[in-house]
């Protein structure tokens, strides 16, 4: 493993299922990041965490769940899914020193029918 | 979050110089930066600029930074056709969050 990867690359889910992307880095980094990417809209920020064993909501929180056991895997659930949630999600993490550049990883675009 | 604000497209003839524009809110913010995305990939870290500098040139990117009026520029030049993407703004705010623009779709044309 090199940098992120994020697990499964795609995925079509019918609404009201749950599911869990997974993300994992390798570079020791500190901090990490959930994001959507839709359209029109840019990156907006789910849930972060700044360091193993925490976590905070960012901009559109709602419906998404995050745990941090590790510094290496950052999860993101969704509980019960809804077709509003059809997007494509990115982790992404930092070392939060220096510039604080986020590493990002290639994405999982989710679609909820 | 806080806003960051950038037009949607840009087409460019191909040598042309490329110049995407971005206006933010946060005037705390540390540092500035351009990401960019190619089709189907994660966004990469192309420069960034540090708040107390006006400037910044790597190669054939120049970053321009107006404290005053919160604009950020990158300018591309003489742009080639790998150079098509989408290009994102983004102001660093809080601890080690970024906020982001809705991200400029570049189009380079032969």
């Known amino acids: 493993i090199a940098g992120i990867t994020q697990a499964p690359t795609s995925q079509i889910l019918a609404a009201g299922r749950r599911m869990t992307l997974r993300c994992t880095q390798d570079?020791?980094?500190?901090?990490m990041y959930w994001y959507r990417q839709d359209l029109g809209l840019g990156l907006r920020l789910i849930h972060y965490?700044?360091?193993?064993?925490?976590?905070g909501k960012g901009e559109v929180p709602d419906g998404y769940s995050v745990s941090r056991a590790n510094t290496d895997d950052f999860p993101l659930t969704l509980a019960s899914a809804v077709p509003s949630q059809t997007s494509v999600y990115f982790c992404?993490?930092?070392?939060?020193?220096?510039?604080?550049?986020?590493?990002f990883g290639p994405g999982t675009r989710l679609t909820v029918l | 979050g806080e806003d960051v604000e950038q037009s949607l497209f840009l087409s460019v003839r191909e040598g042309d110089s490329s110049v995407i524009n971005c206006t933010y809110t946060?005037?705390?913010?540390?540092?500035l930066y351009w990401y960019k995305q190619e089709p189907g990939a994660g966004l990469q870290l192309l420069t960034y600029?540090?708040?107390?500098?006006d400037m910044k040139q790597d190669q054939r990117l120049t970053v321009l930074l107006n404290k005053k009026d919160k604009h950020l520029s990158l300018r591309i030049a003489d742009t080639q056709t790998g150079d098509s993407a989408i290009y994102f703004c983004?102001?660093?705010?809080?601890?080690?969050?970024?906020?982001f623009g809705a991200g400029t779709t570049v189009t380079v044309r032969a």
């Open positions: 992404a993490s930092s070392d939060s020193s220096g510039s604080d550049e986020q590493f």
């Open positions: 570079m020791r980094h500190n901090a």
């Open positions: 965490s700044n360091t193993a064993g925490t976590t």
């Open positions: 946060d005037s705390s913010s540390t540092y």
């Open positions: 600029i540090f708040s107390n500098m």
């Open positions: 983004a102001e660093s705010w809080g601890d080690y969050k970024l906020s």
